[in-house]
């Protein structure tokens, strides 16, 4: 019972920007990633206008996996995968974002990547855009919020699934494109959607317009992805932090369904083809006028995704109860972000909850009744190197393997159809949300700090083996 289906991929997972580094090389032009600094678990990232000098930016370098990837592959391989999940960086093949022709460097880059890729039998799973949307798109259009960068997408979109119809069959179109909706701060609505906001911008209503644009968007690409090849799976990526009710008022209960509409609004969309009533009764409540067309409610109709890629990392609660302090938020009458007090959490507060990737798949899976992958999910833990040069990361096994276990029973006792699980940064790669190097995910430790010092040297952690023997046997086994 321990075991998963024959062809399930397991895998690993990273983006673009947190791990390729070389932000200059190969003709590549600035993204948003590029002009964000570094913080840390209190600071928070900058983003500054265009890069300025005696700033640290850690993805500039990053894991310098663009110059280091054949090394790392030969890694991945020992280690197994089946399947290794990152992103194109959209700057490396449209530079500035708005041009016709594409920049021949960088899809040669990402040639080569999935060719070493495939020789070591290693499916490529590739995001389309995860946080790294060309700068210029951000000053010149104002980033999603401007219709324009739909067709700019598109573009890219065609670019590149046209190029690799014959290396990459597992395709996704925005990461974690949800994010924004939960807090209209700088780093989210900017790592989403590039957006620029203006003084008199209601945030929550441009954020909103900018998503209701990226939707369209992947529903464009979806559709002329599967008229380039038949053969692509095209998925979306959400985040998926389940938010519980804290309590069994019914207050709590509904604050929790209107919490999820965040989240759902996306896949809904994404799945179903059409904008859902719950969002169209808020828009018109608060007055919103969000811009979109006849043709563009065709296109989300025709562009509906295969299967649902989602993030796993933590859960939430919410209620209205006086008592129980908590942040407001503003989804339900005097309801609360507050911490759920059966759970205990990692270094940076993310509540560690396996058994709610047991509920988010169920939930997710008797929604839309569609195949569903985990394509990130593990926690961020400060690792040391001991005197004998070992890194013994038993916290990281715990927390995958209790992971392993809720995703295992879903299959197993619930029926649920998952296609895989690509665990985050299965290298060490720069956190983005911290930007720090030393919030660490992988089985494979890479020898630099948050300063931007060390040798970039590459070492097996003890979950490398664990995880293995994982992959060896499709599961955890007996154990
Ligand atoms: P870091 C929020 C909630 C869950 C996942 O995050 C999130 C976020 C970010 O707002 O982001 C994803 O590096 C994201 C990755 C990211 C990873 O989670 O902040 O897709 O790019 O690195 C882990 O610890």
Redesign the pocket.
Known sequence: MNRLPKDFLWGGAV?AH?IEGAYRSGGKGLSTADVMTAGDVDTKRKITAGIKEGEYYPNHEASNFYHRYKEDIQLLKELGLKAFRTSINWARIFPKGDEQEPNEEGLQFYDDLFDELLKQGIEPVITLS??EIPYHLHTEYGGFKNRKLIDFFVHYAQTVMTRYKNKVKYWMTF??IN?QM?SFDE??TW?NSAVRFGEEDNKEEVTIQASVNELIASAKAVKIGKEINPDFQIGC?M?Y?PVYPLSAHPHDQLAAVKMMERRFFYSDVHVRGELPAYALARWKKQGYKIVYTEEDLNALKQGTVDYIGF?Y??SHAVTTLPDVGGEAVRDYPGAKDTANPYLTAND?G?QIDPTGLRYTLNIVYQRYNKPLFIV?N?M?AYDKIDSDGKICDDYRVDYLKAHIKAMTLAVNEDGVDLMGYTP??VID??????GEME?R?GFVYVDKDNQGKGSLKRIRKESFGWYQQVIKQNGLGDE
Do not use: C, P
């Open positions: 983006a947190q995860h946080f990461n974690e994010n939960d780093l989210h790592t990526m985040a932090v993030s990392y933590m940076w993310w990130e593990g961020g985050w940064g790669i720069v956190s983005f949300g911290s919030k995910y």
